[in-house]
Structures are given as C-alpha cells and as structure tokens.
C-alpha cells in the first residue's frame, strides 16, 4: 500500500512588490516564517524595471533592491524552502502570481478563505488588518502607528500565522474533509467580485 506522506509543519509567506514598467507589479521582498514565528528566510529580490518603489507603504528604495538576487534564485529558493510544508498567508494566489509559484493548492491555507472567518452566506474580502483585530487581537494597522497603510512582509506573515495557528486544528478537519478548499481561480474570484470588509474602529 502506497504510504502518502503527512505535509511538513506549516510556514507563513508574504510578498512585498513594487510597480515596475508597463503597470506590472513584481515582488520585491520575501518573507517566510516557521510555526514560532522564527524567520526561515527573508531576501529583497531585484528588479531592473521599477517606476516606483512605492516606499512610504513598503520602506523599500532602489538601493534596498539594487544587489539583492535575482528573481529566479529567489524563486528556486523559496520553491526549496516550501516544498512539502503546508503554507500560510494572505491574499496567497497574489504572492503566487508575483513570484511565479504554484505550490500544491491542498497545502495552502489562505486566511482570506477560511470559513470560519468568513461570515456564512456572506463572503467579503477581508483585510488582514480586521482579521488581525477580530481574531487574534493583534493591532496590525495600531502597531505601525504612523506607518498606518504600509505593507511588512514580516509583520503581515506573522498575523497569517498567529490566524492560523489559533483555529489550525478546525481548519485542518475541513481541509481533510473539503469543506476548505483553495484554488487560485476561486481565490482570485473571491477578490475581485466582493467588497472589501470594513476595518474595525
């Protein structure tokens, strides 16, 4: 009998990117963290076409990405450090697109689509900044103070974590049994066809 080996423990990513020529975003920051929050990599990637570097959300500016490696060893990088764990994030099939990366989708758990943060019959786009609120009572948007808007790999895949970690063992009852199921189309599709939920005041 074939034995299907279990996923390796799972890590939280997030992507920054920049805006490059011809209104195309590409990433610019990695990050990845293991299930204590320990950071297992992070690299800014280089981009040789940035029309702007978007630096009050991202901090970064051209020097930051000026030496940093290319994007294909970023890729083969991160396709090493992910492979076979199950993956963590935010708005993931984004990150996904940007670096070009399709993990096993039956291994990715998005917090964008967890039922259990979703209202039923309800589904909005939700910020990470209200889930940070709401389930894990973590001020995402307060612990940037007046960097209000901007966008952290590290603190962003933290949040992802912390939001997984406190409902894991639900979550992974629905994933064996489908009722959590991600693809990148139906992710997409969830983004682009329902409002944006509201941040908490």
Not at 71 to 90: A, C, M, N, P
Not at 139 to 166: C, F, N, P, Q, W
Request: glycine fraction near 4%; charge should be negative; include cysteine.
């Amino acid at each position: 009998m074939l034995e299907i080996p279990l996923p390796l423990p799972p890590l939280a990513i997030d992507c920054v990117r920049v805006l490059c020529e011809n209104e195309l975003e590409a990433v610019a920051q990695v990050c990845i963290l293991d299930v204590n929050l320990n950071v297992v990599y992070k690299t800014n990637v280089h981009q040789p076409d940035v029309v702007d570097y978007r630096t009050r959300i991202t901090g970064l500016k051209s020097e930051d990405l000026a030496s940093a490696p290319s994007l294909e060893d970023v890729k083969e990088s991160v396709r090493t450090q992910i492979k076979g764990h199950i993956l963590v994030g935010h708005s993931l099939f984004m990150d996904f697109d940007a670096l070009g990366i399709f993990p096993q989708e039956n291994l990715v758990r998005d917090t964008q689509m967890y039922p259990g943060f979703q209202k039923k019959n309800k589904p909005k786009k939700l910020s990470l900044v209200y889930l940070s609120e709401k389930f894990v009572d973590f001020d995402l948007g307060g612990s940037r103070g007046d960097r209000r808007g901007t966008h952290l790999a590290i603190e962003d895949a933290t949040v992802a974590m912390k939001l997984y970690l406190s409902v894991a063992e639900n979550w992974e009852k629905l994933a064996e049994s489908g009722e959590y199921c991600f693809s990148v189309e139906s992710a997409r599709d969830l983004f682009n066809n329902y409002d944006i939920h509201p941040i908490i005041n």
